[in-house]
């Protein structure tokens, strides 16, 4: 919880971290992969401010005190949403897996939420581990990593024929939300490889299930918001925009934000930290503070309210995981602009 | 013992300025993304490239250090060259492809199944929408409606950087580029936009723009993390 200005928000941090990454966990073979992916999240870090910065060798490993303290006491947040990142081509025990997650949950009663994922080349052994983890863990959504290599393969796409295999099945077992992230070496490499059409194909064909967009489709923030425009089932993650942009680029920060809330609209953003890329307290912090510059360049984008704020911090994340947030926290029915609405319409009169 | 030639070393940094970073649309020269550019005195050409991170998607990557390849190879002076991409999970598929002019199905045997002049294409139709924006807003700005913007050909805007990158862009793609080619066409077909959609295409604009900026931004932040120290020739 947040408190401001005699405001109160609840917050959920849908998109976090508890991953391993010491040179215990490399694959022999692949230490350079291994070594090359936290320096490339290290360097992320950089882009928030210099005094939350971490050395390597604690970000390769922080403990669960660690994320306690950042996370929770110092950070306000009040549920965070773990979301497993396998990579067990480079990291030996995985990089960040359901397993992991929830053991640290299951000592923090009411605190997470244990997401699950699923490779749809895992066959049908995949299939029974998706149906595992949901029974054991009571997952209600996945993160899908498209670029994860597996067995030879660089990637897949939403709109495979062996992912719908696995939608359907997530869905069967009551998953709703379906976190995507896009990365650079999905196959094949001739195509865009943060190319989000696969996204719009599996959203409009699976109209009860969720479609959160991590990173909002960067570097493709184009193309994902005219997709989101169009499909009511499509939210934007926030993690990496706040995170990254905020403090170390705050004009393109206010533009993206400012696009965001017009094509995809306040109802269908959703904070997250990324941590342990970014501890969300400065985030929380700052993003509460912040509002839309008064710059001619700015100048038709839409100001945020209040209310605004308290659903990209933690209502709108709350809706989708069916989480029961107190009266102090919420805000009037009609507060805000209803979800994009004039972009849709931009989209229907052309 | 390699000597360096300023003269042509002078010339093959200026054909360097040429190639871009096809997502960022900015010369790989201002990106920093050179590390460094000699000549020895038998024309042999060295060029070290770099990237914000390690895995930088290969494509892209690909088509940089053959555009580097291809540019500095053009240079009067240079007899041979060598362009090498360092640092990246690709780099030896990468480098050895392009030393053997191999194109990039066969460096990446079974992982691409085109060359990548469609995806090179695609990102010039987004820098074509990005510029629509940066040529564009100055107009808006100063009480241009839609209506007139449809109206206005490209020899009729003021000149500017802006507009002659868009031109550039435009006659990359093979779109009409000259006075009498209207400002606001589809960048898929050439084709005027229809006088409906005129709102949509320059919201379209804006946010690709918008999204080329913030792109351009983490990339050159995280460059800096990785070599603060800049570049050097």
């Known amino acids: 919880m947040y408190e401001k200005d005699g405001e109160k928000y609840f917050i959920v941090d849908s998109h976090m971290h508890y991953w391993n990454a010491a040179p215990s966990n490399w694959v022999k073979g692949a230490e350079n992969y291994a070594k090359g992916w936290i320096e490339c999240f290290h360097a992320y870090q950089s882009l928030g401010p210099k005094e939350t910065h971490w050395p390597i060798e604690k970000f390769m490993a922080y403990t669960e005190d660690d994320l306690m303290k950042d996370v929770f006491e110092d950070g306000y947040v009040d549920i965070a949403v773990f979301q497993p990142t396998y990579l067990k081509e480079w990291y030996a025990e995985g990089f960040n897996t359901t397993e992991r997650n929830a053991a640290l949950g299951e000592k923090h009663p009411g605190m997470f939420i244990a997401n699950t994922r699923f490779d749809p080349r895992d066959g049908d052994n995949g299939l029974d581990e998706l149906r595992r983890n949901v029974e054991r863990y009571g997952s209600k959504g996945v993160k899908l990593y498209t670029a994860e290599w597996n067995n030879g393969s660089r990637g897949y796409k939403l709109s495979d024929p062996a992912t719908y295999r696995y939608l359907e099945k997530a869905q069967e077992l009551g998953i709703k939300n379906i976190h995507v992230h896009k990365g650079p070496t999905i196959w094949p490499l001739d195509k865009d490889s943060f190319d989000v059409s696969d996204v719009d194909h599996a959203a409009t064909d699976f109209p009860e299930l969720n479609f959160i967009v991590e990173h909002v489709g960067l570097p493709r923030i184009e193309d994902f918001c005219f997709m989101a425009t169009q499909e009511p089932n499509v939210y934007a993650g926030l993690s990496v925009v706040i995170g990254g942009l905020m403090h170390a680029r705050p004009k393109f920060f206010a533009k993206v934000m400012g696009e965001l809330l017009f094509w995809v609209g306040e109802d269908k953003m959703t904070f997250g930290s990324d941590y342990g890329i970014w501890e969300p307290k400065w985030q929380v912090e700052g993003f509460v503070d912040w509002q839309m510059p008064d710059d001619d360049e700015l100048s038709d984008y839409q100001k945020l309210t209040t209310a605004t704020k308290k659903k990209i911090l933690g209502l709108n994340a709350a809706k989708l995981y069916d989480i029961k947030v107190p009266a102090e926290f919420l805000v009037p029915a009609q507060a805000g602009a209803p979800a994009a609405q004039e972009s849709a319409q931009l989209v229907t009169d052309s | ?233």
């Open chain 2, 1 to 233: 013992m390699t000597v360096t030639d300023t003269s042509v070393v002078s010339a093959a940094l200026a054909a360097l300025t040429t190639v871009r970073d096809p997502e960022l649309d900015e010369p790989i020269t201002t990106l920093g993304f050179v590390a460094s550019c000699t000549v020895s005195c038998q024309g042999r050409a060295m060029v070290r490239l770099r990237l914000p991170t390690y895995f930088c998607a290969p494509n892209f990557a690909f088509l940089m250090v053959a555009d580097a390849y291809d540019a500095v190879t053009a240079v009067p002076g240079v007899t041979s060259a060598e362009v090498v991409l360092e640092d990246h999970f690709a780099s030896d598929a990468i480098n050895q492809g392009v030393a053997a002019q191999a194109g990039f199905v066969k460096s990446f045997d079974g992982e691409a199944v085109a060359e990548l002049g469609d995806l090179r294409a695609q990102f010039l139709r987004k820098a074509v929408m990005a510029g629509t924006d940066l040529v564009c807003r100055p107009l808006v700005a100063a009480g241009a409606a839609p209506a007139e913007l449809l109206a206005l050909t490209l020899g009729e805007v003021p000149p500017s950087p802006e507009l002659t990158r868009l031109r550039q862009r435009r006659a990359d793609l093979g779109l009409s580029a000259g006075d009498d080619a209207p400002l606001l066409v589809d960048p898929q077909t050439g084709e005027r936009i229809a006088a409906a959609a005129v709102p949509l295409h320059l919201r379209k604009a804006r946010v690709t723009r918008a999204g080329i900026e913030a792109n351009t931004s983490i990339c050159s932040g995280m460059f800096r993390v990785r070599y603060p120290d800049g570049w050097t020739t």
